[in-house]
């Protein structure tokens, strides 16, 4: 059975750093891309960043290009979002899940249970 299982939220001071976690099991590493997205209260689903299954490709979102950053690591199949300058509007549940990654990503709906991350002074 597929699961993901996001990590690493939590409240930061704006201008902070975090990064999550999602550990993946139920499929052989690197067969699926892996992508974030977050729900911000009020509002809906938006589509964070993903990466490729095998070849490292990334995608960002206007709203968190040159701040966060995806990565992988197949031998653990564990994707990560590193995030930088972290702004109260980055404020969401952040969800992993399975994706088609290019410049639209879709979901393939799998996702994890989410984890909060909160931007506030």
């Known amino acids: 059975q597929l699961q993901l299982a996001e990590s690493g939220g939590g409240l930061v001071q704006p201008g902070g750093s975090l990064r999550l976690s999602c550990a993946a099991s139920g499929f052989s590493p690197g067969y699926y891309a892996l992508g974030w997205f977050r729900q911000a209260p009020g509002k809906e689903r938006e589509a964070v960043s993903c990466?490729?299954?095998?070849?490292?490709?990334?995608y960002y979102s206007d709203s968190v290009k040159g701040r966060f950053t995806i990565s992988r690591d197949n031998a653990q199949n564990t994707v990560y979002l590193q995030m930088m300058s972290l702004k109260p509007e980055d404020t969401a549940v952040y969800y992993c899940?399975?994706?088609?990654?290019?410049?639209?990503?879709?979901?393939?709906?799998?996702w994890g249970q989410g984890t909060q991350v909160t931007v506030s002074s």
């Open positions: 899940a399975t994706v088609m990654c290019g410049s639209v990503i879709s979901s393939l709906g799998d």
């Open positions: 990466i490729s299954s095998s070849d490292g490709w990334t």
